[in-house]
């Protein structure tokens, strides 16, 4: 059995005792993580993906920076449980790097990823700004966990698809192929050229943009829907409506990190989003998951379930 004392930064099991140190970064209070002692490295194995962090003589910068530190260690968490490579591009050219910055005025940068580094403008940890820019995207959704999740998935569709042909085939056949112009559908798309009918087939109408927008949208959607029901597995949460509709009972909360299909994972989350979305309804506040999730949508997510856990399966056999 292990013990952990925060004090003392130590975990104790029967065997011996291991000895932490704090991620230099607890200095600005944006990390509570730690390193073993004897490491040699400063910063925890979040931090060290940051390439460029804003200037922290601007309080305002420190503050929104915190925002954005909070989502990316929840994201970075839930990357280590689904045993993803998390080199950094630091040390490694096909690693992953974050730069969080300030938009100068005229400049073209953009929330986005490119080549492993995702970018996340400071001002999307604004909330006045950030819930503008929701209406006027008519979007249902937006927070910088959401960014962050959806940018991320880029960089792994280039890990883990586009360097596989048989990812890249199944891909293909769910998603739509890749080749097609990606500028293009994008202009169609902010010109309102986009489809119509994107309900049956997408989880979100940015989605139907282009394979490679649909992808890092279901991407997302798969972490939100596997963060809520592992939350869910730790609380012990289960339901049971004084209701006749059995679809809604949660009756056995797991964790769906073991879970080898995803029909079990999703089995919990149908019970689980309409029971919160319930509850937030009581307090007048806007649904947890505000989302449909079609059918077509569940065959992309099963997809990215089967690669995952797949490369788990290879993980736990090299070691
Ligand atoms: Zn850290
Ligand atoms: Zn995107």
Redesign the pocket.
Known sequence: MLTFDPKQRTLFSAKKQLSFKFCKNKQHQTCNWLIPIESTEEFCTACQLNRIIPDLSDAKNVENWRHLEVAKHRLIYQLQKLHLPLKSKHKDEKGLGFDFVVRQKQSQLMT??ANGIVTILLREADSVFREKTRRELSEPYRTLIGHFR??VG?YFWDVLISTNNKNLNDFRKLFGDERQNYGLSLQQYYKGEGKIDWQDSYISKYASSHP??DW?ETWAHYLHIMDMVETAYYFGIKTEPKSTNDKMELNAPLDPYKAPLFDSVLKNFIPLTFAVNSINRSMGVPDVYPFVVSSAVVSKMKFIHQVLTGMKKRDEYDS
């Open positions: 986005g990823h959806h940018e880029h490679w927008e890092a």
